[in-house]
């Protein structure tokens, strides 16, 4: 992953002008009130036609070096999932030198690529054709749920006004939720009459348009939002979660259940950058914790070293790189990744996030104890490997201590010090049902990220070559991303907007609305 890789784009990016600017898009431009007869005779193609973007967008699958612009950069690093083995230049978000370049993208690709698509679902649909425009609330919500947890304050309301002013992150959420109402309504009503579906040739997922299937992933992205506002708004997470479990379709609970997306070309992106181009690695953090579990699942997620033949070697985050020598004969990525499939969201995460719910006393259906082992059961099936009852019931072994054999002053105790069964106190079961959703939901660095921040959890090494000038603490890591540089530029009154809703300096310090500095119970 070397810098010559990251290629520039004259996209125009500016929210002031997504909804003009984008390929095909003069017709927002002209407001239509309605599709045509035309339209209709082609089978609503010019609706249908609008979602391709938001599947290959959403968590980039089809353009290696977008996706590293996207996420790679950012959060896979900060969860502790993968890393560099060399110095990536003087601003590098690993040693908390933000860089505003890499970290405006994944704002700017959403908007324009996604959410101005969807705008335009918006325009022909709503009111007319209720069942494309329930679908594309869903899109939405996932897209923007990815990115207000991402930056914060974002446009949601006014996205398409003469002035894109923001919401704040409490706002987007509770819109976010009514979306999420106004979608699985719809959609269960017409799963429920036995209308065939609309989205069968349109699909791009492993779901083939299925009415239910969709409930059910909406329901369960309902699921993730609720917790991530456990802690600020205990009150409204619980309803909502609640509403998620009980609602009649539910959430996922098959490993059939689970989203997936079939990336356009015959690659992965994470397996392009960690073989390719030899620039993404194992983090340390994962062969301390699943090489202290001693967990079947790492050689599906990681190949053995060359560095230590037979042994998985990772690479340490924001590190001093030792001089003359790189970390390229450490864990790459292993066949799993090569599929050139997309989780979006597991079966696995949302046992973890029913246990999570049961913990606080929310009703999940099931006790916290069981809806955990049930989230290793589903982890350990999606790939394909055996040994879940005993796994989850090892009261003995720990994550390991690392050791770098290239330079020695990068080496560092475990940090995390639980085991994978149940245990006796809240505090004690949430380390271990966040450390196994780590796992699970590798690897979407984004989810990992977001819940670290929200509980502390898993505990990660900490870097130790801190650039951001007393900016970013060492000790908490980087919080959010700043806002576009795009909007800075070109959409004055919208930054304006965001800074008032922010409730700190725009810089990677400051924390989100959900999360709050208090104790996680």
């Known amino acids: 992953m070397t810098l010559n890789k990251i290629k520039k784009t004259a996209i125009c990016f500016s929210l002031l002008a997504a909804v003009g600017c984008t390929d095909n898009f003069e017709e927002i431009n002209t407001n239509p009130t309605g599709a045509t007869t035309e339209q209709l005779d082609q089978d609503y193609n010019s609706i249908k036609s609008l979602f391709k973007p938001a599947f290959n967008r959403m968590y980039i699958c089809d353009v290696t070096w977008q996706y590293q612009l996207q996420q790679s950069l950012q959060a896979d690093g900060w969860s502790g999932y993968m890393t560099t083995p060399v110095p990536f230049g003087a601003f590098n978000n690993h040693d908390y030198a933000l860089n505003v370049s890499w970290n405006s993208y994944a704002w700017d690709d959403a908007y324009v690529n996604i959410i101005a698509y969807l705008y335009k679902v918006e325009q022909r649909s709503k009111g007319k054709f209720d069942q494309f425009y329930a679908w594309s609330l869903i899109f939405k919500a996932a897209a923007m749920q990815r990115i207000t947890d991402m930056y914060g304050p974002a446009v949601y309301s006014k996205f398409g006004a003469d002035v894109a002013t923001y919401d704040s992150q409490q706002e987007i959420y509770t819109q ?304 959010r991303l700043g806002f576009s540089q795009s909007e800075i530029n070109n959409n004055k009154e919208g930054i304006e907007s965001g800074l008032s809703k922010l409730g700190g300096p725009d810089n990677g310090a400051t924390r989100l609305w959900w999360d709050v500095n208090k104790a996680n119970f």
């Open 176 to 479: 976010m939720f009514k979306d999420l109402d106004f979608a699985v309504a719809e959609l269960s009503k017409r799963a429920a009459s036995g209308e065939k579906t609309s989205f069968d040739e349109t699909d791009l997922s492993t779901y083939g348009g299925n009415y239910t299937k969709w409930v059910k992933y909406a329901n369960s992205l309902r699921l993730r939002m609720a917790m991530r506002i456990s802690k600020v708004d205990p009150a409204l997470a619980k309803t909502e979660a609640e509403k998620a479990v009980n609602d009649p379709i539910g959430v996922f609970t098959t490993v059939a259940d689970l989203m997936k997306v079939k990336s356009p070309v015959d690659l992965n992106v994470i397996d392009v950058m960690s073989h390719a181009w030899a620039g993404l690695f194992m983090g340390a953090d994962m062969e301390s914790i699943l090489g202290g579990y001693e967990d079947p699942r790492m050689a599906k997620y990681w190949e053995t070293s060359e560095q230590v033949p037979g042994e998985y070697k990772g690479v340490r985050t924001g590190i001093v790189y030792p001089t003359g020598t790189t970390y390229g004969k450490f864990s790459k990525t292993a066949s799993r990744t090569k599929t050139g499939e997309i989780t979006w969201m597991s079966t696995a995460e949302v046992y973890f996030l029913r246990a999570e719910g049961a913990l606080r006393g929310w009703n999940m259906g099931g006790s916290a104890k069981d809806l955990y082992e049930a989230g290793i059961k589903a982890s350990f099936d999606q790939n394909g490997v055996e040994g879940a009852a005993a796994y989850a019931t090892d009261n003995v072994k720990l994550p390991k201590n690392y050791v770098d054999p290239l330079n020695a002053t990068n080496n560092a105790t475990a940090v995390s010090k639980v085991t994978v069964a149940w245990g006796a106190s809240n505090e004690e079961n949430l380390e271990k049902i966040i450390t196994q959703k780590w796992i699970a939901t590798y690897p979407d660095g984004q989810e990992a990220w977001s819940e670290f921040r929200r509980t502390g959890y898993p505990k990660l090494f900490r870097i130790t070559n801190n650039k951001s000038g007393g900016v970013i603490s060492t000790e908490l890591g980087v919080r």
